[in-house]
């Protein structure tokens, strides 16, 4: 595992990699609030691949965005671009977990040219709303930004006090303190958390159903989804998967890729990644 940066229209991006140029290519986006290090489990099974495990915007180690940015799942689009077209990667896989899942299916739904392979960890859909929402959806963004814009990241005594809280909110055991670790920067009382606060707001605007099923329906691409049992699988209705995304149901919680479940799931994705090696 090494560290990686690019450098986007004056924004630092990091990364984590393994493997070497050669390797088929792959992009791992994590989730809300996690970073790279999510992707530490599988970087160290998935073999003969070259994983970019992104910092996306304000999370990790990677820049927050200017004062007048967004943090709206299409912002990311044009990051995703700007660090393929510096890797030099034409094709490539695109691995993505909860919210980096969800982007994923909107950018290779508009990039099918250059996503061959599409793997989904526990997500494929933002929560959608009624156009008739959208009022309600705008005033809820302005208030958030103005509340979060300057506001601080929380300060911890100790990264266990970190880690503890992290733990109480959905990931348990050893396995996320790569993940807290990453997310905090030293501070005064000891440390803080780097990820910007403005990502715990209300975004602009949310796709409605006839928005996500133009996206779904574009995934042309051969695709792997998932679930879950104790994530996105509990989920009593699901939207209709495109045929081209085959869906397998796993053990574990949401982060099943991270411990619980990551024999499951690399036994999964590997050969699912590894088929594009043999693809004409």
């Known amino acids: 595992m090494r560290e990686v940066s690019f450098h986007i229209n004056g924004r630092r991006l990091q990364a984590l990699v393994w493997g070497e140029p050669g390797a088929v290519p792959v992009l791992a986006l994590h ?14 099974r998935l073999q003969g691949v070259q994983l970019v495990a992104l910092d996306m915007a304000g999370h990790g180690h990677s820049d927050h965005r200017t004062a007048d940015g967004e943090y709206a799942i299409w912002s990311d689009l044009p990051d995703i671009e700007a660090v393929v077209d510096q890797l030099g990667w034409e094709r490539f896989v695109l691995l993505g977990h909860s919210r980096g899942a969800i982007i994923s299916t909107l950018y290779a739904s508009s990039r099918p040219d250059r996503v061959c392979r599409l793997a989904l960890l526990d997500g494929l859909q933002p929560p959608l ?12 963004f302005l208030d958030d930004r103005k509340r979060l814009l300057d506001k601080p990241g929380r300060e911890f005594t100790s990264v266990e006090e970190a880690l503890a809280l992290r733990q109480r909110f959905g990931l348990g055991g050893e396995s996320v303190r790569a993940i807290v670790e990453r997310n905090l920067k030293p501070s005064p009382l000891g440390w803080q958390w780097r990820f910007d606060p403005r990502l715990q707001g209300a975004s602009s605007f949310k796709l409605t159903e006839a928005h996500s099923r133009a996206v779904l329906t574009g995934l042309s691409m051969p695709g792997l989804l998932l679930l879950a049992d104790q994530g996105l699988g509990r989920v009593a209705t699901l939207p209709d998967v495109p045929a ?37």
């Open 31 to 44: 989730g809300w609030l996690d970073n790279a290090a999510s992707f530490i489990p599988l970087g160290e």
């Open 129 to 140: 709303v009624d156009a008739a929402e959208t009022p309600q959806q705008l005033a809820s």
């Open 244 to 280: 081209t995304v085959k869906t397998v149901r796993v053990p574990g919680g949401h982060h099943c890729h991270i411990a619980e479940s990551l024999d499951e799931v690399s036994q999964y994705l590997n050969p699912f990644i590894l088929e594009e090696a043999d693809s004409p």
